[in-house]
């Protein structure tokens, strides 16, 4: 959208000076759907910026339905401020209610448009950096984290038909999961690219879910026990469900998020807990399985008996009147006896499997007997 004009630092600035101007015709025409007079000071910031954006961006106009949108505005605006200042009846006061709705039904025209403009230049300047990242050794890593806040921003806002024609076309899933797969990166960067991913998908899962399920995401993932990969699988689970646990055990994953219940970091075993319930609840026979002969039960009961330990640090007082792993054998049994994933018999087996592993791992009969105990008659999960 922006012409070529000479150096980057020129072209930089006339892009900078072009979004302002956007999102601030955004951020007015949006106060216009109300009826409202020619008074309005949504009306006369709009109308100031009209006349910014043609003396301001005469190289880069913009583009023709959008001018000729402001200028009906205009038009519109000033019948609504003669009919206003006309005599008073009947057919002034009509007339006044007509150019109102006039006036506003052009707004959202004006912010529909202005939307898809600045969507596609997030979309645009963001899938432009990562092509250039791929030939070339150095990177801004503040821009480029910037760009994808930026797309993360335009993601929140919810499903939008124009959106998702623009991120279809740019292929920006691919790159996304290209920076997230290559260790070249920074450790933020990568994460960064993680929780876009992650967003991609919860803005239309119909068509992002097969990226994630044939693409590296999923090993990238699973491979470091960083927070917020476990925060994005997390919701990924929760997302895609069976086919998503399916990957994650086809790759080996479901072993990575059992040892993680080993970390050091109280954080990482919660999320991996977490983690761990959801496979619990949607996966499917191997996934269960590998989980449970990776040692799962018996980390879930040093965790419920680790209350007051010192892995808890400065949290160790809290952590004493409230043990997040309190009962957590029972409540994964519970998440697989309730989940989706597993026949009935199949629920059955693993039950008798989780009570087996339960004796064999607690070191005393009192212990063995109070967790049986909540196995069999349940918990919350």
């Known amino acids: 959208m922006i012409e070529e004009r000479g150096g980057g630092v020129e072209k930089m600035e006339a892009h ?5 101007i956007l999102e601030a015709l955004n951020r007015v025409s949006h106060d216009l759907h109300e009826p409202l007079d020619s008074d309005s000071s949504a009306i006369k910031a709009l109308l100031e910026l009209r006349t910014a954006s043609g003396s301001s961006l005469s190289s880069n106009p913009l583009p023709f339905s959008l001018s000729q949108h402001l200028s009906q505005l205009a038009d519109s605006v000033q019948d609504l401020h003669n009919a206003k ?10 007339t006044r209610r007509v150019k109102s709705h006039e006036v ?31 030939f070339s050794p150095s990177f801004d890593e503040d821009k480029l984290f910037n760009e994808m806040s930026v797309l993360q921003k ?21 790159n996304l999961e290209w920076v997230l797969c290559n ?3 920074p450790k933020r960067v990568r994460e960064k690219a993680a929780i876009t991913m992650k967003d991609l998908v919860l803005f239309n899962k119909d068509v992002f879910v097969g990226s994630v399920l044939l693409g590296g995401s999923i090993k990238a993932l699973v491979s470091t026990d960083s927070l917020c990969y476990l925060q994005v699988l997390s ?13 994650m055990e086809s790759c080996g994953g479901i072993s990575n998020i059992v040892s993680y219940l080993s970390s050091n970091e109280l954080e990482i075993k919660l999320m991996a807990m977490e983690c761990v319930m959801e ?17 799962l039960i ?27 792993f309190e009962r957590c054998v029972a409540r994964f049994a519970v998440q697989v006896e309730v989940g989706e994933g597993l026949r009935q018999r199949e629920k059955r087996d693993f039950k008798v499997q989780i009570l087996n592993k339960v004796r064999e791992t607690c070191v005393s009969d009192a212990e063995s007997a109070t967790t049986v105990a909540e196995v069999l008659w349940g918990s919350s999960p």
């Open 85 to 94: 200042t006309s005599r008073h009846g009947l057919i002034s006061f009509l």
């Open 154 to 174: 335009t993601l929140s806002r919810g499903f939008d038909i124009n959106l998702q024609d623009i991120l279809l076309r740019s292929g920006i899933f691919a």
């Open 183 to 185: 260790p070249v990166f």
């Open 298 to 324: 018996k980390r879930l009961v040093d965790l419920q008996r680790s209350e007051g330990d010192h892995i808890y640090g400065r949290c160790r007082e809290m952590k004493k009147k409230n043990n997040p």
């Open 279 to 295: 496979i619990g609840y949607f996966g499917r026979k191997e996934a269960v399985e590998a989980m449970i002969n990776g040692d």
């Open 16 to 20: 900078q000076q072009l979004i302002k």
């Open 235 to 247: 919701s990924l689970i929760k997302a895609i469900k069976s086919p998503f646990v399916d990957e």
């Open 104 to 134: 506003s039904r052009l707004a959202a025209e004006i912010e529909s448009e202005i939307q898809a403009l600045i969507d596609r230049e997030a979309v645009s300047n963001l899938t432009k950096t990562l092509a250039e990242m791929r």
